[in-house]
């Protein structure tokens, strides 16, 4: 009888009148999610791959799509999209819901490429301390908005205006995560990183939202929860 129960529930936990729900991601977060080239919507990396994968339990098609972050955020919220994968701050709690199991702790760190730096970050031992430097992210990143902000930040678009603003010396540091810092080395060989332990939380949860207006979003929310362990700590 209990295996019946359980069965039953099983059972239920993959039964959505749904044939596909369209995700969107940042165009320009690599390894995590980017695209083909700036003028493509195509989805590619670590996040879109989890998304379907995690998804077929619970037997929905996934249709992943990428663009600037400010753009897709927008979609979800106006009902043009209807989930994607990033941190549950206040203001996005509003129109969406989130799984309670977060799926990616993604670390940050600043990178920086001057050499005149690598006397004066060993000063640097509290945010204030940075508030004398230019600091590069891309628009949208709830995490710098919230840790950094007294400190004189320049918002680009995409990730890789970042590291032009770097090479021509108009930045000092920008916002990078394990996996971006590797991509920025390959082609810098002169890329440092700084770890940045004094700010409280310098990491990013990554949980999965679903807007509210979609059919059985809480639901679905509700069954994935059931299938999410944490993927990755970076």
Known sequence: ?????????????????????????????????????????????IFPEYIKNIFSKINIKVLNESYPWETAQLMVKKGEADGYITSPIDDRREYAY????????VKNFLVYTNKNLDLQIKKIKKIDDLKKYRICDYKGDSWSQKNLQ???????????????????????FLIANIGFYNLIKRENKEAKIFDIPFINKSSTHFHIGIRKSYPQAESIIESLNHYISLESIE
């Open 98 to 105: 989130f799984t309670k199991n977060v799926s990616f702790i």
């Open 1 to 45: 009888m209990k295996f019946f129960i359980c069965f039953l529930f099983l059972t239920s936990l993959n039964t959505f009148a749904i044939e596909q729900i369209v995700f969107v991601y940042f165009n320009d977060f690599p390894p995590y999610s980017f695209s083909s080239s700036p003028q493509q919507k195509d989805a590619k990396g």
């Open 150 to 172: 007294d400190i004189y930040l320049v918002t680009v678009t995409r990730r890789m205006e970042c590291i032009e603003k770097l090479k021509k010396n108009n930045i000092d």
